[in-house]
């Protein structure tokens, strides 16, 4: 028997709840996520790297002695939750087995803490109507909801659109259970505030599955807004948009959507609405108390003002509203031969914002058909940048892959020469591993490999992503 097959019945013995999947059709299945590069793949049928199996574990215990085992038998393992990453972070490219986290779904609520804990297998959608039907919210709805879990979400320091309002799972997160590399279960104390070394929490968020298996997320949950306003404007140049959107923040103005449109992305609006052709777009969507959202509308209103923008009908803020999870134009274009779209998000300073969006599109025009760019995720001192490209088509499919690829090295390279960063909330998974330096620098990357050669010493956790 192969060690793999070792490691499989020993699973069998110790861990009887837990669901193994050996056929093909099921590794096939779980063999890629949504990272551009794999989805052409499976659109060419072609599928480079398969997983070893799939374990569909019952509880943490489970995972627990699983990754015990794997250790014994030096079997590599690749965490799994929605496989919405479309960094390539679940990419078998060992023949590692997979650990699908969604049976994990235990769901609980402190309504005196104003938290909620739910199994790392919940989809965001799935602990979202929990909470609803409680009166909650999460305020954190990615695009990618119906299908992104809780672990995933957390593994990857996720962002939903609401988060100008109500944060990013970087800051929602309040307290984690994870298994580490070597099968010990690590829960964090659940305080408000601590001041005892290092913040173990953040530690996990963003480790995209290289230093544990987060097994239950513990969140900050609100009441259910009782009241919305939609807002449009439109301004003479995205420069101008951008003033606004600083200028509403350092005003201490918390709308829960803010969604600025350079005049390219903007056009297609433009025409349907028939606003000012050439003018950028912005939209805002408070929500919360009604006087409080009254107030903050009518403040944002007089900022936009100051900085040339004209107020619109609120249809456009409220049909994006709507069809706020749709992609559906980017997986049409993927399905052409030789085009591959992306979204590359990244993060920069106010005061180099301009430029790292201005030469991330000088930088991809040449080579794309389609560069479009916004504003969605605004902070006290700066914002996203997110940038979507359908790559020009023509050639083979080798010829679009690398043109792709060239894409996404010169996005990456571009924003941090500029002053930005290499990826504001997509994570950094196996296709954004080589760009790590650029951001942390060779001490900043070695302070993390350490961090993991001490986590998991036989590397059997999700080898090859974060460039670790
Ligand atoms: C159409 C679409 C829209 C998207 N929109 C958004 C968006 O609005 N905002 C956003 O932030 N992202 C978005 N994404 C990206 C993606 O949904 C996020 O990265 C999401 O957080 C991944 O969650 P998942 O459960 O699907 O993780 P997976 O794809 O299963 O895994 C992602 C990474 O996390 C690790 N991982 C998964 N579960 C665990 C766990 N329990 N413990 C430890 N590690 C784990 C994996 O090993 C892998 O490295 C979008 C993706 C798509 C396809």
Wanted: proline share 3%.
């Amino acid at each position: 028997m192969s060690d793999i097959e070792n490691f499989f019945g020993r699973v069998r013995e110790n861990c009887p709840q837990t669901e193994i999947l050996t056929d093909e059709e099921d590794r096939l299945i779980y063999s890629h996520g949504c990272y551009p590069r794999e989805y052409k793949w499976m659109l060419q049928g072609k599928y480079p790297h398969l997983a070893g199996g799939v374990l569909k574990p019952s509880c943490a215990g489970e995972i627990s002695e699983i990754m015990r085992l794997a250790n014994a038998h030096g079997v590599g393992i690749i965490p799994y939750g929605g496989g919405s990453g479309i960094v390539g972070g679940t990419i078998p490219q060992n023949g590692q087995v997979i650990v699908d986290t969604k049976r994990l779904t235990g769901f609980s609520v402190n309504a005196a803490n104003l938290t909620a804990r739910g199994g790392a297998g919940l989809s965001g959608a799935e602990f979202e109507n929990l909470l609803n039907r409680r009166g909650y919210t999460s305020g954190h709805y990615p695009q990618s909801f119906q299908s992104a879990c809780l672990g995933g979400m957390a593994a990857t320091r996720a962002i939903g659109t609401f988060s100008t309002k109500y944060g990013k799972m970087d800051d929602m997160v309040t307290a984690l259970d994870v298994v580490l590399p070597t099968g010990e279960i690590l829960k964090t104390h659940e305080a408000p505030k601590r001041s005892t070394g290092p913040e173990l929490v953040q530690l996990f968020l963003g480790s995209e599955g290289a230093y544990g298996i987060i097994t239950s997320v513990e969140m900050r949950i609100h009441p259910i807004a009782e009241s919305r306003i939609f807002k449009t404007y439109t301004f003479p140049t995205t420069e101008d948009g951008i003033g606004a959107l600083r200028a509403i923040i350092h005003k201490g103005l918390r709308p829960a959507v803010v969604r600025l449109y350079d005049e390219v992305e903007a056009s297609h609006k433009i025409a349907q609405y028939r606003f000012e052709t050439g003018f950028a777009l912005l939209i805002l969507l408070f929500e919360g108390y009604e006087e409080a959202n009254e107030l903050e509308s009518r403040i944002g209103s007089e900022i936009c003002a100051a900085h040339l923008g004209r107020e619109k009908s609120e249809d456009a803020a409220k049909d994006w509203f709507a069809t706020r999870f749709s992609t559906k134009k980017m997986l049409d274009y993927d399905a052409i031969r030789g085009g591959t779209s992306d979204a590359i998000e990244v993060a920069a300073p106010w005061d180099r914002i301009t430029t790292v969006w201005r030469e991330m599109r000088r930088a991809l025009e040449p080579l794309c058909e389609v560069v479009d760019c916004h504003f969605s995720h605004v902070y006290h001192s700066g914002a996203s940048v997110y940038v979507i490209f359908h790559s020009k088509t023509g050639g083979d499919d080798k010829a679009g892959e690398n043109r792709y690829l060239d894409c996404l090295k010169i996005a990456c390279e571009t924003s941090v020469r500029h002053g930005g960063n290499v990826s504001h909330h997509h994570g950094v998974g196996t296709a954004k591993a080589e760009f790590m330096k650029l951001e942390h620098g060779e001490s900043g990357v070695e302070v993390m490999k350490k961090i993991k050669n001490a986590l998991d010493p036989n590397g059997i956790l999700n080898k090859g992503v974060l460039g670790l």
